[in-house]
């Protein structure tokens, strides 16, 4: 299936006889990387279509350059694939931390009315007030949230900590004047 979509022939085309010449040492470089054998398998085949733009490049017969070719290319496709687990793991748990061992969310918004919390949020600085609601009022992940403002889910998270610190203070400063 996979040669299929690289090249339309039938039988030993290219792509095949260079998918089986450089599959073993990719899969190698690959599983190195992802310790996973499922995760370096999808690697090789992600490498091997990347590579399909360049077939009217490679020399079959230069086995050293091709081969270097395709670990580059494999060696590349795999640390992605393991960055992208790797960042998505953090901010899945990242997204069960509490935000304070002092005060945990729950009690704050069981302590204050839905209208007062939202008049509190809306003072905050907006690039805050937005992350806060798109998280807790509409359910976006981190990550939803880095994709529809266009910045790195590292940034949401950083604001949603710094919004939660504000609001906690911005309620004390209420039950202070309040009681």
Known sequence: MLFTLMNNESGDSKPERLYKKYRDIMFYTANNILNDEFLAEDAVHQAFIQSHKYLNKIDENNCRKTRSFFVIICKNVSINIYNQRKNKAEYELNEYIMPSAEVPEEIIINNESIEKLTSIIEKLNPIYSEVIFLKYDQDFSVNEIAEMKNIKPD?????????????????????KQNG
């Open 155 to 175: 940034t949401v998270q950083k604001r949603i900590e710094r919004a939660r610190k504000h609001l906690l203070i911005l309620l004390s400063k209420e039950e």
